[in-house]
């Protein structure tokens, strides 16, 4: 099965090129099996055997079903030599050499061990998402990678694995790192826009779901993305009802939704094939986006909004807002209709409203409040958080604004014209929360 994956052809010439680089940027599509493959590749080779090879998710679903493929693949039992460490859930041992983990927990071992002494490889995972967790990550590791040649000690590898093209950001942020493409396995997709605007998503998402339900045959799976959890539940009760009332001779049809806080057991249920005769409808936020490949989807119904969170300096309030994608977020999820066979996409808005859509996603450090993100990168000691390396700074307002929240909360103070972290603000820095609840 491992042979049959697009990466498998390139094996020898990527892991001659991985041996010689300390950093290198890695462009692979969804699906590609690059998150799987790679560190394996790394480790029969004996490369970073040193050490702990970690892969870094930006979500918890993610890093567990991972752990739980590679763990399978080498045949070997679960917490041995593949694990995985997510909040409140570590299943790691001392044999454990290749380990996949939220981003936010690499984070919190970074503040016990700035240098990560304990891996020889970090392998930055899903990177276009740009994730709070990941911008912050991205510093982290290349001043890890920096201090730990100064001080002779054993190299660390850093490779920056992303779906997306836009890389020359990420290839300029690790000193001119090589940019290594990988074959996906792309089947052609026909794309279908509608011919007006839709006032109601929702509804024009619905009556596509049973449109192509009654048309296509059972196999044939579909994919919805819509926005956030309570959209989700409504539309599963609403399919669900609605499927009970259907003429005779249309197949059966099972909704599973697929959202982030839904529990685990659950979320692997879309991996599972539907009985025959049956279609599966799986109505997902962004998570389907990239971070995970679902088998069997033919046709995707794509709504053009999302969930995402934005953030005014001056009122000092973040808030979850319903937005339209960015171009490079459309063209993922219509990736998704292409995995194994040719498929379609429906888009429900027009080819103008997508015209206007905005090329890439702003990443999340500049349009969130950086509170935390302050804390943060005071527990790990930077000297000096005005000046960190980010890949895309904060504005300065921003910046600023979180200081003075910390300073009101009585986590941070000055000394000598530098800031600290006060008794209270190291304790708050332990919470995985925004620093005006973790108080």
Same mark, same amino acid.
């Given at each position: 099965?491992?042979?049959? /994956? ?11 090129? /991985? ?15 690059k998150t799987t493959q790679i560190p394996q590749y790394l480790y029969e080779a004996g490369i970073g055997r040193q050490g702990i090879i970690a892969v870094t998710q930006p979500r918890r679903v993610a890093a567990i079903s991972l752990a739980i493929r590679v763990s399978d693949e080498k045949k070997t039992e679960l917490g041995k030599l593949v694990g995985y460490t997510?909040?409140?859930? #570590? ?16 984070? *919190? ?15 930055? #995972?899903?990177?276009?998402? *740009?994730?709070?967790?990941?911008? !912050? ?16 000690? /054993?190299?660390?590898?850093?490779? !920056? ?73 409504? &539309? ?33 249920? !879309? ?33 053009? &909004? ?24 459309a063209w993922q999820r219509t990736g998704r209709a292409g995995r194994e066979d040719s498929g379609i996409c429906y888009r429900l808005y027009t080819e103008d409203e997508f015209e206007k859509f905005d090329k890439m996603t702003i990443p999340e450090i500049q349009r969130c409040n950086l509170a935390s993100v302050m804390l943060q990168l005071l527990a790990l000691r ?31 103070? *000055?000394?000598?014209?530098? /800031? ?7 304790? &708050? ?11």
């Open positions: 099965k491992r042979r049959g /994956l697009p990466i498998f052809q390139a094996r020898g010439q990527l892991l001659s090129q /991985l041996r010689g680089l300390d950093n290198a940027i890695l462009i692979g599509e969804t699906g590609s099996g997510v909040r409140f859930d #570590d299943l790691t041992s001392d044999e454990t050499r290749i380990k996949f983990l939220t981003d936010g927990m690499l984070l *919190r071992e970074a503040i016990g061990d700035p240098m990560l002494r304990k891996y020889s490889v970090v392998i930055l #995972d899903e990177a276009h998402e *740009r994730t709070i967790h990941t911008d !912050v990550l991205f510093g982290v590791v290349k001043a890890a990678q920096k201090k730990r040649k100064e001080l002779g000690k /054993l190299p660390l590898k850093v490779i !920056v694995m992303s779906a997306t093209m836009d890389v020359d950001q990420f290839s300029q942020y690790f000193n001119g790192a090589p940019v290594l493409y990988l074959e996906g396995r792309q089947h052609p997709i026909q794309i279908f826009y509608t011919k007006q605007p839709q006032s109601d998503y929702l509804q024009a998402a619905l009556v596509s779901v049973f449109q192509i339900h009654q048309e296509a045959p059972s196999s044939h799976d579909i994919l919805v993305f819509l926005t956030g959890q309570e959209e989700i539940e409504a &539309m599963t009760k609403t399919c669900r009802d609605i499927a009970k009332h259907l003429p005779d001779g249309c197949p059966q049809m099972v909704v599973m939704p697929l959202y982030a806080s839904l529990p685990y057991c659950q979320q692997l249920r !879309v991996f599972q094939a539907a009985r025959k005769g049956c279609r599966k409808v799986i109505l997902s936020t962004n998570i389907a986006e990239t971070s995970i490949t679902i088998p069997g989807i033919k046709y995707v119904v794509d709504t053009g &909004m999302v969930k995402a969170k934005k953030y005014s300096p001056e009122t000092g309030l973040e808030v979850l807002a319903v937005q339209r994608v960015s171009k490079a977020q930077v000297p000096n958080v005005l000046t960190f390396d980010f890949m895309s700074k904060p504005s300065p307002d921003a910046i600023q604004a979180a200081i003075e929240q910390l300073e009101l909360l009585g986590a941070v103070e *000055r000394k000598e014209d530098q /800031l600290v972290l006060t008794p209270l603000g190291r304790k &708050m820095s332990a919470f995985p929360l925004e620093p005006k609840f973790s108080k």
